[in-house]
Structure formats: structure tokens, C-alpha cells
């Protein structure tokens, strides 16, 4: 056998096993997103630290397959998983995502959320469409929340909901960092 044949078989070798550990990575990710007991958005307890499950959303996001696993994990996953599905989903698909958006609507199960060092129940259909003023209502999933703050010559505090893109922007936002 050649040298270069050697190498070369050496490469696709190691190839493959890179790929394999990747694909596992993702599936122990999807477990852990499709079991997900809390779900959270943004910075975490006192350290403002970012969960672990938006850490595995976010390497699931970044995923070659990253559709085909939030469409299955929303079919899937427990109510909070769900949402990060629903996050995922925002970025991929815009015509799933409003379907979705139509039935969680009506949706009052609560659901673990943490923001910040809090942990509260919060009703599906609060999360999807904040009844309050001063929410984000994003253009596109390309916009962001900081071009809406500026385009709305905001100062000060909002709020955030899936029906405006705010909590899927934010949520990448800071799993991107």
C-alpha cells in the first residue's frame, strides 16, 4: 500500500469517528431538551450563567439536521422542551412555526420558566403572546432586539414573548456569545 493511500485512509478514518462523537453529542442534547424541566431564555441564577439545556439548544441550533430535530423534538418533548423546540423552529420555519404559535396560544399549562435567579410557573399562552405594553415585536427572524430597540427609540425595559420573536432572538442571541 501507497503512502498516500495509507493517509488517506487515515483521514476519512478519523473523519468518521469526529462525525460519529458529533452525532452523539446531538443525541445526548435532544435528550436532554426532549426531558427539559425548566426552560430558560436568557442569563441564569446568580452567576448568569447560561442552562445547560439552552447550552445543548444552542449546539443543536448550529446542527446540519437542526430542523428535523426541533420539528421532532416539539412532537416529542415535555412542555418545556417543547418551547425550546418552538425556539428552533422560529429560525427554520416559518409556516410550522405559526401554526404552532395559533395552538399554544390557547394554551393555559404552566410551565417552569427561569429567568434571571427566578423560577415561576407561567401559563403556555403568556409566554406565546405577552398581553402587557412595551413588548418586542420583531420584523423578521432576521431582525434583532436591537435593532427593534432602536427602531423604537427604546431606553428602557421590555418585555418578550414568541409572538414577537423576542424570546427565540434572545435565546440565540445568547447561546451565540
Known sequence: MSKQIFILICIILIMVSYH?????????????????????????????????????????????????????????????????????????????????????????TEVCVQVGCALMDYAVSKLVKEPRDNVVRLKSNNDTIDHWLFRNNKTGGYLVDFYGGGIPSNLVYCVSK
Open 20 to 108: 460519529s462523537l458529533a452525532e452523539e453529542s446531538l443525541v445526548k442534547d435532544y435528550g436532554m431538551l426532549k426531558n427539559a424541566k425548566v426552560f430558560s431564555y436568557g442569563p441564569v441564577g446568580y452567576g448568569g450563567i447560561i442552562s445547560e439545556e439552552s447550552n445543548a439548544f444552542g449546539r443543536i441550533y448550529r446542527s446540519s439536521n437542526a430542523r428535523t430535530f426541533f420539528i421532532r423534538l416539539e412532537k416529542e418533548a415535555t412542555m418545556e422542551g417543547k418551547l425550546y423546540a418552538l425556539c428552533g423552529i422560529y429560525f427554520y420555519d416559518d409556516t410550522l412555526y405559526q401554526k404552532l404559535l395559533a395552538r399554544y396560544e390557547t394554551m393555559n
